[in-house]
């Protein structure tokens, strides 16, 4: 069965500094993993997906993330937080078919001025 | 586009009551699939489609169910609303293509369960 487990269900960062967010996940075969952000009060939205191609991958707003199959880990960093960041962050993995996913407990991520 | 629309925004149900909420996509995606979003458990999947006429079970079924007459509506029932009921719940669509792809969600539905 597969799994995700995203470390912290709070992280706190100062506008300007680097926003690391962990997510962890467990797969008998290779994950399709996602990275889904919720600004407060809407629907989740896209930010980035791993589907076997490259390891590192870009998203949308200078989010990256890096596939790393030895750590099991994709985690999700931007290199300077902008106050429009905070926002609840989910990392989510899919099965092959597709059509459903499997998320994380969610991180809530706070820039401070 | 539309995109994923879900029909209420809010509401506020008695225990034992039943409700349908909506769920319609104009995007002609195959996948649906049903989510509640509850405090420190992320989403969980309540029910999905991989086509009309097509719904399998996810991971928190119970209490609730689904059908999918046509490729547009994903309609989530709850048959007799409970308290346990309370949650935020997404609608979501996605395209069938040779890898998982992207999903789409709705605003949400706040339901209360009094």
């Known amino acids: 069965a597969q799994s995700v487990t995203q470390l912290g269900s709070h992280v706190s960062v100062s506008e300007g500094a680097l926003v690391l967010l962990r997510c962890n996940y467990s797969s008998s075969v290779p994950p399709y993993l996602f990275w889904y952000v919720q600004y407060p009060n809407q629907g989740l939205q896209l930010l980035l997906k791993y589907t076997s191609a490259a390891t590192l991958v870009k998203g949308i707003n200078g989010f990256e993330a890096e596939f790393k199959k030895s750590e099991t880990s994709f985690h999700l960093t931007k290199p300077s937080a902008h106050m429009s960041d905070a926002a609840e962050y989910f990392c989510?993995?899919?099965?092959?078919?597709?059509?459903?996913?499997?998320f994380g407990q969610g991180t809530e991520l706070s820039v401070k001025p | 586009n539309a995109g994923v629309t879900q029909t209420p925004k809010f509401q506020v149900l008695k225990t034992g009551q039943s409700m349908t909420l909506q769920c319609a996509q104009d995007m002609n995606h195959e996948y649906m699939s049903w989510y509640r979003q509850d405090p420190g458990m992320g989403l969980r999947l309540i029910h999905y489609s991989v086509g009309a006429g097509i719904t399998d079970q996810g991971e928190v079924p119970n209490g609730y169910n689904v059908s999918r007459s046509t490729t547009e509506d994903f309609p989530l029932r709850l048959l007799s609303a409970a308290p346990s009921q309370t949650s935020v719940y997404f609608c979501?669509?996605?395209?069938?293509?040779?890898?998982?792809?992207?999903?789409?969600f709705g605003p949400g539905t706040r339901l209360t369960v009094l």
């Open positions: 979501a669509s996605s395209y069938k293509g040779r890898f998982p792809d992207t999903q789409y």
């Open positions: 989510a993995v899919s099965p092959r078919q597709g059509g459903k996913l499997i």
